[in-house]
């Protein structure tokens, strides 16, 4: 079975500029999580969607947005690039029912470098 | 609201020497609790989870943790660590309060010495 995977590997882009991440969560869960890993700041809450329809928000700004698609997958959107938007951004998936019990399944992540 | 401690960000030990890893979290009401283990360019994954029951929860790669509701903790311990072992540890714990569901720790990152 597959894994979450997410794409690209890695994404170099400049200040002011777009970045368009994705993810594929594993089959049959529809539930997808996107954490921001910066260095040396822990693992970041950024969305979750589940179902098509965004169901959390972690304290972002709003140039960071995403969308859930009718197969599960999942796009995040980082408008406006900043330097400090440089991380890694890992996606992760569930089922529904498990989002209580916490357990997850992460992708191996994005890296975004802005320059 | 739920918070998670995790003492020490980085943490070396000679391998074969025992591995701790220290975790706390806040809440009076005994949460989901977990480790995940992120190796090197790689990303998160399950290591082992308290959910109810016993209180010593056994993982993968020799890790065990124990959940104790006196201390409020779920440290994570190895008997003898490998090479291999090297990776940044997180300290996860439920909170349904908060909008992500599932409280992350700061990471601790493990070394060993050969």
């Known amino acids: 079975e597959a894994g979450v995977t997410q794409s690209p590997t890695h994404l170099i882009k400049t200040r002011g500029q777009q970045a368009t991440l994705r993810c594929s969560p594993i089959?049959?869960?529809?539930?997808v999580y996107w954490y921001q890993q910066a260095l040396g700041l822990g693992l970041q809450f950024l969305l979750w969607?589940?179902?098509?329809?965004?169901?959390n928000r972690g304290n972002f700004p709003p140039r960071f947005s995403g969308r859930q698609f009718p197969n599960y997958s999942s796009e995040l959107n980082v408008n406006a690039l900043e330097l400090e938007d440089s991380a890694l951004y890992l996606c992760a998936s569930s089922l529904l029912r498990q989002v209580n019990t916490g357990e997850l399944f992460f992708g191996e992540g994005s890296r975004l470098t802005v320059l | 609201a739920q918070s998670v401690t995790q003492l020490g960000s980085h943490v070396s030990v000679s391998e074969g020497a025992l591995v701790l890893l220290r975790c706390n979290y806040s809440?009076?009401?005994?949460?989901?609790l977990f480790w995940y283990v992120q190796y090197p360019n790689q990303g998160l994954q399950l290591l082992l989870k308290y959910t109810t029951g016993a209180t010593l929860v056994k993982g993968i790669n020799g890790f065990e943790a124990e959940f104790k509701k006196s201390e409020t903790s779920f440290h994570l311990t190895k008997p003898s660590a490998h090479m291999s072992d090297a990776a940044e540890y997180f300290c996860?714990?439920?909170?349904?309060?908060?909008?992500?569901?599932?409280?992350f720790g700061s990471g601790t990152r493990l070394s060993i010495r050969p």
């Open positions: 089959s049959g869960h529809t539930s």
């Open positions: 809440s009076s009401v005994p949460p989901y």
């Open positions: 996860a714990v439920t909170d349904y309060s908060s909008a992500s569901k599932i409280i």
């Open positions: 969607y589940d179902e098509g329809e965004e169901r």
